[in-house]
């Protein structure tokens, strides 16, 4: 079946770096997304990977592994208004998104 | 102006009745969707239409059905809403192709059936 496996909830300080881990298994694959959602809040679409390495925007960065099915976003300088959920989406090979529950980010002053 | 717009934002209803949730955008894009977001849970995809003319269902399409009444508007309906479909209801947009995985989210619908 298809799966996207990601933390439940994550812990980190204003201004230090985070890493938010996601691992997928997918019929196919056509990409892996990142997506930010504030309490009550629409999805915001983040970052695309579909080669290996690493994306930089800014102070967030995605990183994708095909071979080992893993993808993490890394998120630098923490803000507070980076408290939010992640969201990690694989698409498979009918370009159908497959997404993970969501990784809530915690930032303490 | 929201690019995508849902109507309504909130809704409470009874066990039985009929609700329809629009959802109306001014991207100009083909591709519209309806996700549910329960707690806990991914977003699930309900229905999704690629053109006025091409509509499929999803993973959860038991007990919705959508009508794509233009390019613009897309709406989502429950005949007979049930408690357990008491849910965040997320409309979205995309473009084709590999950007088919960037959406476009409105506001979202929260519905409480009791």
């Known amino acids: 079946g298809q799966n996207i496996d990601q933390p439940t909830e994550m812990t980190a300080t204003e201004g230090a770096i985070v890493q938010i881990n996601c691992t997928y298994q997918?019929?196919?694959?056509?990409?892996l997304f990142w997506y930010q959602q504030h309490a009550g809040e629409a999805p915001t679409f983040l970052s695309y990977n579909v080669l290996d390495g690493l994306e930089e925007k800014g102070r967030f960065s995605s990183f994708l592994s095909r071979s080992k099915g893993y993808s993490y976003l890394l998120l630098k300088e923490l803000q507070m208004k980076d408290s939010a959920s992640y969201l990690c989406?694989?698409?498979?090979?009918?370009?159908?998104?497959?997404w993970g529950a969501g990784t809530k980010l915690i930032i303490k002053p | 102006d929201a690019d995508v717009t849902q109507t309504p934002r909130n809704r409470i209803t009874k066990t039985g009745k009929r609700i329809m949730l629009e959802c109306s955008q001014t991207?100009?894009?083909?591709?519209m969707y309806w996700y549910r977001q329960d707690p806990g849970l991914g977003l699930q995809l309900i229905y999704y239409s690629f053109d006025v003319k091409d509509i499929n269902k999803g993973e959860i399409s038991d007990g919705y059905s959508v009508s794509r009444q233009a390019q613009a508007k897309f709406s989502l309906s429950l005949e007979s809403a049930i408690p357990n479909q008491t849910a965040l209801y997320f409309c979205?947009?995309?473009?084709?192709?590999?950007?088919?995985?960037?959406?476009?989210f409105g506001e979202g619908s929260r519905l409480t059936v009791l």
């Open positions: 979205a947009t995309s473009v084709g192709g590999r950007d088919t995985g960037e959406l476009f």
């Open positions: 991207k100009g894009h083909d591709r």
């Open positions: 997918t019929s196919g694959f056509n990409g």
């Open positions: 989406a694989a698409m498979d090979s009918n370009y159908q998104l497959i």
